[in-house]
């Protein structure tokens, strides 16, 4: 049984700051791949960041690269996305997610599990 819970997000105006935090409850954390994806209103779910199991390498959408920063500490079973510069356009459910496979993937085929998402919403 794996069980991610995703916190951290809230009303920012532009230009704010946010950190969202994803606490797993899984075994061997360390050896999942975490990403985060987010989905707008009338919008596909679309791929944010994500970072590998031995947290070396990461993977960002063009659209938050400069901005976001992912990272996660595998000793407290935790990930984070750190979001600066925050725009209206990042308004959105954010999601945490783990593969399997440890690689910092981009798509979410790749991801078997998923949290229950919280909201961002970015004000102009």
């Known amino acids: 049984q794996v069980q991610l819970v995703e916190s951290g997000g809230g009303l920012v105006q532009a230009g704010g700051s946010l950190r969202l935090s994803c606490a797993a409850s899984v075994r061997a954390f360390s050896t999942y791949a975490m990403g985060w994806f987010r989905q707008a209103p009338g919008k596909e779910r679309e791929f944010v960041a994500a970072i590998s199991w031995s947290g070396q390498s990461t993977n960002y959408a063009d659209s938050v690269k400069g901005r976001f920063t992912i990272s996660r500490d595998n000793a407290k079973n935790t990930g984070y996305l750190q979001m600066n510069s925050l725009k209206p356009e990042d308004t959105a459910g954010y999601y945490c997610?783990?593969?399997?496979?440890?690689?910092?993937?981009?798509?979410?085929?790749?991801?078997?599990?998923w949290g229950q998402g919280t909201q961002v919403t970015v004000s102009s």
């Open positions: 997610a783990l593969c399997n496979r440890g690689v910092a993937a981009s798509s979410s085929t790749d991801y078997a599990y």
